[in-house]
């Protein structure tokens, strides 16, 4: 059975960092597609950086050059390094998994349960 599991998140002030880490067990790893999302109160689920099997990325034009998305293979996680943390960049966030890769659709087959990211200004 598939898990994803996160973890990192916190509360930072504006300008902080932080680094969230998804767990991935019950498949092969190296395998599938990989992104984070994130969902703010009232809003849609928003793709945030994806990685494909081998290593391209993605990011959605808000976060580049600010956030980082790497895999560790053989640690089967996922990680999104975010610096220069902004108000807006509040919102649970999420990993998703999937032998396809939707880039920042939603239509991940697998998530995570989420971890809270909240900055202050």
């Known amino acids: 059975q598939v898990q994803l599991v996160e973890s990192g998140g916190g509360s930072v002030q504006a300008g902080g960092s932080l680094r969230l880490s998804c767990a991935a067990s019950?498949?092969?790893?190296?395998?599938?597609?990989m992104a984070w999302f994130r969902q703010a109160p009232g809003k849609e689920r928003e793709g945030v950086a994806a990685?494909?099997?081998?290593?391209?990325?993605r990011y959605i034009d808000s976060v580049k050059g600010r956030f980082t998305i790497s895999q560790d293979n053989a640690k089967n996680t996922l990680y999104l390094q975010m610096n220069s943390l902004k108000p807006e960049d509040t919102a649970m966030y999420y990993c998703?998994?999937?032998?396809?890769?939707?880039?920042?659709?939603?239509?991940?087959?697998?998530w995570g349960q989420g971890t809270q990211v909240t900055v202050s200004s």
């Open positions: 990685i494909t099997t081998d290593g391209r990325t």
């Open positions: 019950g498949y092969t790893y190296n395998w599938y597609y």
């Open positions: 998703a998994a999937d032998s396809v890769w939707w880039i920042f659709l939603p239509r991940y087959k697998y």
